[in-house]
Nanobody
Framework: QVQLVESGGGLVQPGGSLRLSCAAS????????MAWYRQAPGNQRELVAA???????NYADSVKGRFTISRDNAENTVYLQMNSLKPEDTAVYFC?????????WGQGTQVTVSS
């Protein structure tokens, strides 16, 4: 099994920045896509950004130009740099990854954008 641990969430003012990190540990084989999802109260979980092992990226339209996803394959870690944050970015952010056996989720980290 693979465990994912997120860090870096918190409270930030509109226009501010945060960097989320997610480290995978456990019985790790080759991790394929790594991604960040988010879920706001009353909403469904949605994809924020994804990155393949070869570093191809995909972003939700709402975050393009503001968020950047990256990964370190040697450290089995994925990052999400979030700039120009807006109140509507407030949500619990979940890390996701998959290998040939299964899909894995982190426990989530709260991001709150408020003045």
């Amino acid at each position: 099994q693979v465990q994912l641990v997120e860090s870096g969430g918190g409270l930030v003012q509109p226009g501010g920045s945060l960097r989320l990190s997610c480290a995978a540990s456990g019985s790790i084989f080759r991790l394929n896509t790594m991604a960040w999802y988010r879920q706001a109260p009353g909403n469904q979980r949605e994809l924020v950004a994804a990155i393949t092992r070869g570093s191809s990226t995909n972003y939700a339209d709402s975050v393009k130009g503001r968020f950047t996803i990256s990964r370190d394959n040697a450290e089995n870690t994925v990052y999400l740099q979030m700039n120009s944050l807006k109140p509507e970015d407030t949500a619990v952010y979940f890390c996701y990854t998959e290998d040939w056996r299964n899909a894995y989720w982190g426990q989530g980290t709260q991001v709150t954008v408020s003045s």
